[in-house]
């Protein structure tokens, strides 16, 4: 059974910092693209950020260029998102993901997803 497991949210106020992780089972997660996506009250999910199966290739949406890191670990078969000078626009249910090989950025080309943590920026 595939499972992603989300851990790191919380409240925080604007300026600070968050490291969310993603833990990953039930499935050889090394050949797998892997990222993290987000959605607000009200709103579509977004795409935040993903790095490619290989760990060569790293994407970020415009608004977190900058502030927020993606990285993976192979051995330990986790995904992490380092999010540092968070906003209040920042506030949303974090979401990771997965799918085969190649990244994608509109979630309906995901497979698989966590069951997402909250994440409140207080301005």
């Known amino acids: 059974q595939v499972q992603l497991v989300e851990s790191g949210g919380g409240l925080v106020q604007a300026g600070g910092s968050l490291r969310l992780s993603c833990a990953a089972s039930?499935?050889?997660?090394?050949?797998?693209?892997m990222g993290w996506f987000r959605q607000a009250p009200g709103q579509e999910r977004e795409f935040v950020a993903a790095?490619?199966?290989?760990?060569?290739?790293?994407y970020y949406a415009d608004s977190v260029k900058g502030r927020f890191t993606v990285s993976r670990d192979y051995v330990k078969n986790t995904v992490a998102l380092q999010m540092n000078s968070l906003k209040p626009e920042d506030t949303a249910v974090y979401f990771c993901?997965?799918?085969?090989?190649?990244?994608?950025?509109?979630?309906?080309?995901?497979?698989?997803w966590g069951q997402g943590t909250q994440v409140t920026v207080s301005s």
């Open positions: 790095v490619s199966w290989s760990g060569g290739r790293i």
């Open positions: 039930g499935r050889t997660f090394s050949s797998d693209a």
């Open positions: 993901a997965a799918r085969p090989r190649t990244v994608g950025v509109f979630d309906k080309d995901w497979e698989y």
